[in-house]
């Protein structure tokens, strides 16, 4: 079965730049989707096929996916950002999978 | 503005079945190629995909669970439900019911708000 690793906790001051990775095996090849989930709430999508954003993310809000590592980056962090990630892709063999999530702390 | 809402008991007894249903409104099911997804969230803990049917009635299941659950859609009411049977105190969980894209590789784009099942006697 295809998996997805995540590092459980990311912290960054506000006005810095996060980044949240998320690992496989050979992902760059994948399309990845990440999730924001803020407690007590259903996860939204903030990017999906790598580096799309939805309308009403704010651009701070990027993508990347190469190799091994897709990554999700927050720019300008605010306090407002401080929630749960995950990453998810669709795998042949597992179907639909996700990372084990991420918590970002704005410190 | 396509909305989903779960419905169903908040309370199984071990052994028995967990039954869920998912309403959509805003959309019809069966006028779009979407798929139509469960995903769960133990507390404390991150998320687990279910299993998913698309809207000609093709069922996709996680394998780990596949032997439990069944997915299906009723059109005319524009729902679609999940049963898992033979709970266990491992099966409790928030139960997310959400909407992914026309092809598998797509996103879930509108998730429901999620309702908490557990199971206890």
């Known amino acids: 079965s295809y998996v997805l690793t995540q590092p459980p906790s990311v912290s960054v001051a506000p006005g810095k730049t996060a980044r949240i990775t998320c690992g496989g095996n050979?992902?760059?090849?994948?399309?990845v989707h990440w999730y924001q989930q803020k407690p007590g709430q259903a996860p939204v999508l903030v990017i999906y096929y790598d580096s799309d954003r939805p309308s009403g993310i704010p651009e701070r809000f990027s993508g990347s996916n190469s190799g091994n590592t897709a990554t999700l980056t927050i720019s300008r962090v605010e306090a407002g950002d401080e929630a749960d990630y995950y990453c998810?892709?669709?795998?042949?063999?597992?179907?639909?999978?996700f990372g084990g999530g991420t918590k970002l702390t704005v410190l | 503005q396509l909305q989903l809402q779960e419905s169903g008991p908040g309370l199984v007894k071990p052994s028995e079945t967990l039954s869920l249903t998912c309403t959509v409104s805003?959309?019809?099911?069966?006028?779009?190629?979407?798929?139509w997804g469960w995903i769960r969230q133990p507390p404390g803990k991150g998320l687990e995909w279910i299993g998913s049917i698309y809207y000609s009635g093709s069922t996709y299941y996680n394998p780990s669970l596949k032997s439990r659950v069944t997915i299906s859609v009723d059109t005319s009411k524009n729902q679609f439900s999940l049963k898992l049977s033979s709970v266990t105190a491992a099966d409790t969980a928030v139960y997310y019911c959400?909407?992914?894209?026309?092809?598998?590789?797509?996103?879930?784009?509108?998730w429901g708000q999620g309702t908490l099942v557990t199971v206890s006697s």
């Open positions: 998810q892709v669709w795998d042949s063999s597992s179907d639909v999978v």
């Open positions: 959400a909407r992914r894209g026309p092809t598998n590789k797509d996103p879930f784009d509108y």
């Open positions: 805003g959309g019809s099911i069966s006028s779009s190629s979407y798929y």
């Open positions: 050979n992902i760059g090849s994948k399309s």
